[in-house]
């Protein structure tokens, strides 16, 4: 058996938004926000349900999962596999235009319902070890949550290293679905409940469409592509870094030889500068004061 790997963004909204398998979606999100009893959800509304997506404009598609449920609470899930600058703010737009959109000019604020986004990483966000980070609006003197209009959730899944027989909660498994599912080749004993297997089946790489395996072999290969371009980059800038460092090493070598009184051959043997490099140190260019 082989699976898809869930964090591939085509896979995930394949997996979490599809309509006629709903338990999914509502299985994670009560792991994830644990609800229980009567704040358990029991039913829920894919805003933006999977469609299997032309390649030619998989670019300008939404990989978001996006969902209502009865009492009106918006839950947006979107699965990051790179880190991007600005990537927290961006969650933040997400969240508030989700949350602005739901009333036209003139409408009542009241009719304003309780906006959710939980971003799964795959990489590591937050200074601190926990996987799980929530994050709620807090009064400071009262640590009492009196607005509760906008919530982040952040799964970081770097920092979970449970393995298959230390799982013990519901949401620890889905960590798990989400962050090992791509490597395994039989369903886990862990997947215990109708909406995990689901999940599984779902992820099952012989139940997709030919067209589908394009689409989610495509993202990955792009994904492959911006990550390539981002270590790229990185690398990039550090050679410079350490280009700078070294320079700026020589630069302060040169500096104490000449308040040593030292000749410029030593100091050029020692240091690596030139003799013009060397000049400049001894004389810098006045300063003008405008």
């Known amino acids: 058996m082989k699976f898809v790997n869930p964090k591939n963004d085509v896979a995930f909204k394949k997996i979490f938004g599809n309509e006629k398998k709903k338990e999914i979606l509502i299985s994670f999100l009560n792991a994830v926000l644990d609800l229980r009893g009567n704040k358990e959800i029991?039913?829920?509304?894919i805003l933006?349900?999977?469609q299997s997506p032309k390649i030619e404009g998989l670019k300008y598609t939404l990989l978001d999962v996006r969902a209502k449920d009865k009492g009106g609470v918006t839950f947006i899930v979107e699965m990051q596999v790179e880190r991007a600058a600005g990537l927290r703010k961006r969650f933040a737009y997400y969240a508030a235009k989700a949350y602005s959109s739901q009333i036209r000019r003139g409408e009542e604020y009241p009719k304003l319902n309780q906006v959710i986004f939980i971003g799964i990483l795959d990489f590591e966000e937050f200074e601190n070890e926990h996987w799980l980070n929530r994050h709620i609006?807090?009064?400071?003197?009262?640590?009492?949550?009196?607005?509760?209009?906008?919530?982040?959730?952040?799964?970081?899944?770097?920092?979970f290293h449970r393995k298959e027989n230390e799982l013990r909660t519901v949401l620890e498994k889905w960590v798990y679905f989400i962050k090992n599912a791509g490597e395994l080749e039989v369903v886990p004993a862990n997947a215990d409940t109708p909406a995990l297997r689901s999940a599984y089946e779902s992820a099952n790489h012989f139940g997709w469409t030919p067209d589908e395996l394009e689409v989610y072999e495509y993202w990955g290969i792009r994904s492959q592509?911006?990550?390539?371009?981002?270590q790229a980059s990185f690398e990039k800038g550090e050679q410079k870094g350490k280009q700078e460092g070294i320079r700026e090493k020589a630069v302060e070598t040169a500096r104490k030889m000449l308040s040593d009184g030292l000749g410029t051959d030593m100091i050029m043997k020692y240091s690596g500068l030139s003799a013009d490099e060397i000049l400049s140190l001894k004389n810098p260019p006045e300063r003008r004061i405008i």
């Open 48 to 50: 933006n349900p999977w």
């Open 42 to 45: 029991t039913d829920i509304e």
């Open 225 to 230: 592509d911006e990550r390539g371009k981002l």
């Open 137 to 159: 609006l807090v009064n400071t003197e009262t640590c009492t949550q009196d607005i509760k209009d906008l919530e982040f959730d952040f799964i970081e899944l770097p920092k």
